[in-house]
């Protein structure tokens, strides 16, 4: 059955060559034309037609459907903003333009000038006066009832995906608005839009894997970023005590529904303020957008409303595992006692965890998946938070809070650590622990001396644009909300 179809595809497409080429060898080549002037689009017109009705109109787009019945059809056309249906009348349009349009292939681009009506069934149509074939197509589209059904088809192809699937278009819509009303409410508080390096010369001591490159001039390996953090702080001490970038991230690591090596994040930073100033804000950010898209903070995400209007709950990681597991992290007398906590929990610890590295274990692996409506976990154990600043009152925990939706983790945020000397020790140790996995990280001297001339007390969060799509539109992977991802190269 495959192989039939694909001689079926084969043979419609040598069908439609040979028709471009009669196309070409009597002059009417229909990749000559340069630009066909609109003047409405489809959405405009069904959305205005008592005042466009008997009005003179200039569409363009994909034909996507066609009813010849003698010296008439109809088809429907695909701009950006929808379809809408066209009638084409060989005493109209002429007895030789009219058996060109029925030599049109499904797919063909073509233009359309005509007088919008309403036919007797009731719907809003163009009555074509001239029909004009602007683009050839030539391959078949996607058979009209099964539509583009396989998904590594559709990432690879998201032109066709578009063009057969209406809702994967709206999807992108969508995100294009999420960003702009992001920027809309960053702008709106006070935040400068910045960009920072792709590109740096230091392989640093986090967690995640960089991309490297090699910059033949300067003769030296460079890496893809992997944040925009230490870039951003910089700019706080000097002088921007609002500072915010929606910028591209690449990670050298795995892929699923919620990863892809190149992402979109949204990081920010404000002077004067803490982690618990920046939950305020992500929280009234996250209704602000909501409201603004959607139209509404109780959005629908497989199967659950997610309610992101009202009061945010907040939870100590040690409150969380406790009233998750039972597990008291106050009841542990040591880290001996923390990994055993861990074992009778199903877990297994590695030999030389700390009670916050245990602490953080179990959160991770018996807490996340609860967290389905929106939840700020904060005070997370110093040893899991490079970044942030030691709470005042516990040393061993940070002033750092993620936030969870859909037991997913969104966001990430700190009281950012501007202790100088602090933060040394600290990059320190991850760039041993990178170097003892064969890594080649270093300290970030510059980064460290910008500490060094003071970074003002400040608050920074950033969280993954792509999630925040997904969540908004009902995307279930994170395929569905980028336009291209990555995709092992067919063999």
Wanted: glycine share 8%; proline share 4%; aromatic share 10%.
């Amino acid at each position: 059955m495959a192989e039939e179809l694909r001689q079926e595809v084969s043979e419609q497409n040598r069908i439609r060559l040979e028709k471009l080429r009669a196309l070409q060898a009597e002059g009417r080549d229909p990749y000559r034309l340069t630009r066909y002037d609109q003047t409405h689009r489809s959405r405009e017109i069904l959305e205005n037609f008592e005042a466009l009705d008997g009005q003179t109109v200039s569409i363009a787009g994909r034909m996507m459907s066609r009813r010849v019945m003698g010296k008439a059809s109809f088809a429907h056309v695909l701009d950006r903003d929808g379809q809408i249906q066209i009638y084409v009348r060989r005493d109209d349009v002429g007895e030789e333009a009219y058996k060109q349009f029925k030599d049109f292939d499904l797919g063909d681009v073509v233009g359309v000038k005509g007088v919008v009506f309403r036919t007797k069934m009731g719907e809003v149509s163009v009555h074509a006066q001239q029909v004009t074939l602007l683009t050839k197509c030539l391959h078949p589209l996607p058979e009209k009832f099964h539509g583009l059904k396989d998904m590594d088809t559709r990432y690879r192809q998201r032109y066709l995906d578009m063009i057969v699937n209406p809702e994967v278009r709206d999807t992108f819509v969508k995100r294009s608005q999420i960003i702009k009303a992001i920027r809309e409410f960053m702008d709106d508080h006070g935040y400068l839009e910045v960009d920072t390096p792709v590109l740096g010369t230091l392989e640093i001591g986090a967690a995640a894997r960089p991309f490297v490159t090699h910059h033949n001039a300067l003769d030296i390996d460079m890496y893809l970023r992997i944040e925009t953090e230490l870039h951003l702080k910089r700019l706080v001490v000097g002088g921007l005590e609002r500072v915010y970038e929606v910028g591209r991230i690449f990670r050298n690591e795995g892929m699923d529904t919620r990863h892809n090596p190149e992402f979109t994040s949204v990081e920010m930073y404000q002077a004067y303020t803490d982690y618990h100033g920046m939950m305020d804000f992500i929280e009234e950010l996250y209704k602000f957008v909501a409201n603004k898209v959607c139209g509404t903070t109780d959005v629908p995400y497989q199967g659950e409303i997610i309610h992101l209007g009202g009061e945010w709950a907040r939870m100590t990681m040690k409150e969380a595992v406790k009233k998750f597991t039972g597990v008291d992290y106050e009841g542990w007398a040591d880290d001996a006692a923390a990994r055993a906590a861990c074992k009778a929990a199903g877990l297994e610890p590695e030999a030389g965890f700390t009670k916050g590295e245990c602490l953080s274990l179990l959160f991770e692996e018996c807490v996340e998946d609860k967290l389905i409506q929106p939840t700020f976990i904060y005070d997370y154990p110093i040893e899991v938070s490079p970044l942030a600043k030691r709470k005042s009152d516990d040393p061993l925990f940070t002033e750092r809070f993620e936030y969870f939706i859909t037991a997913s983790e969104f966001g990430n945020a700190f009281s950012e650590l501007n202790d100088p000397i602090d933060q040394r020790e600290r990059f320190e140790k991850q760039v041993a622990a990178k170097r003892a996995q064969g890594a080649n990280a270093s300290v970030d001297e510059d980064f460290v001396l910008s500490l060094e001339y003071g970074l003002p007390p400040t608050g920074g969060l950033g969280f993954g644009l792509d999630r925040f799509v997904m969540l908004l539109t009902d995307s279930p992977s994170i395929r569905d909300v980028l336009l291209f991802p990555t995709m092992k190269p067919l063999a």
